[in-house]
């Protein structure tokens, strides 16, 4: 399904048997089922992809940041229902954010930006650049392979997007940016910190799994760099949102 850009993107209502019409939000979420469209702040809606927002995708303003795996990109668009979605931009080039990229542009048909540093590596659908000599490499390489898409338009430091303004936080990716919006501190951060454990899908602050982080302490100046802005509120590529934000952020 093709929507013009920037129009309003609206998911067909699905048909009951017997006739009727019900539109896909009216169910009633069951057990295990990832939540709806959760709004943090003005302009700004954390779209949970699985159970316990371990996975998250956002709207900001009519740009869609981030798209989770092959798979999840592919349900995007139902998610995005009656939405006006103009534009798509990662915060880093992994496939846990850049897998689903291209089901969601080609069902969106909108363009889609990729911070600078990381920008071939999407065109080209590999992970970007891994540190070297782990064990795991092959693995790692075979679960890094994602399906390519053309880059529009490549993000830089200051650039607006969403009316939030790209902030460069590399590290965990060679060119992974942050969001930034100034008059209410509001931060979409990507993977410079996880924010919850893994082993007990718990809320916390935590830096992100060292296997796929390319460059650790240049990760951890990203983190000095970020607290530094005084965030009120922070939203992870994996946890729940963060608020208090500025008592809470450290450098892990
Ligand atoms: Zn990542």
Redesign the pocket.
């Known amino acids: 399904m093709r929507v013009r850009a920037g129009a309003v993107f609206r998911h067909p209502v699905p048909t009951r048997a017997g006739g009727g019409r019900r539109p896909v939000h009216s169910r009633r979420p069951r057990a295990g089922n990832v939540r709806c469209v959760i709004h943090v702040a003005e302009g700004l809606w954390q779209i949970p992809l699985a159970p316990r927002e371990s996975v998250n995708a956002y709207l900001l303003g009519d740009v869609l940041v981030d798209a989770g795996t092959k798979g999840m990109g592919k349900k995007l668009p139902g998610r995005l229902s009656g939405r006006t979605v103009s534009a798509h931009a990662l ?2 080039a ?1 496939p ?2 850049a897998g689903g990229s291209k089901a969601v542009v080609d069902a969106l048909g909108i363009p889609f930006f990729a911070p600078e540093l990381d920008a071939d590596d999407a065109a080209a659908g590999h ?1 970007a650049r891994q540190p070297e000599g782990t064990r795991l490499k092959g693995l790692r390489d075979a679960m890094g392979k994602f399906p390519a898409v053309n880059v529009a338009r490549r993000l830089r430091e200051g650039d607006e997007v969403g009316g939030f303004t790209v902030i460069d936080a590399p590290g ?2 060679p060119g ?1 940016i942050a969001y930034w919006r100034e008059s209410d501190r509001v931060l979409v951060c ?2 410079v910190w996880f924010g919850m454990d893994f082993k007990t899908f718990k809320p916390t602050v935590r830096a ?1 799994f060292d296997m ?2 390319y460059d650790i302490p240049q990760n951890r100046r990203s983190m000095q760099k970020l607290i530094d802005l005084k965030p009120d509120v922070v939203c992870f ?1 994996h946890g729940p949102v963060l608020r208090d934000a500025s008592a809470k952020l450290r450098v892990v």
Do not use: R
């Open positions: 915060t880093h992994h846990d954010h992970a965990h990716s992974q990507g993977d992100p796929v982080t590529g």
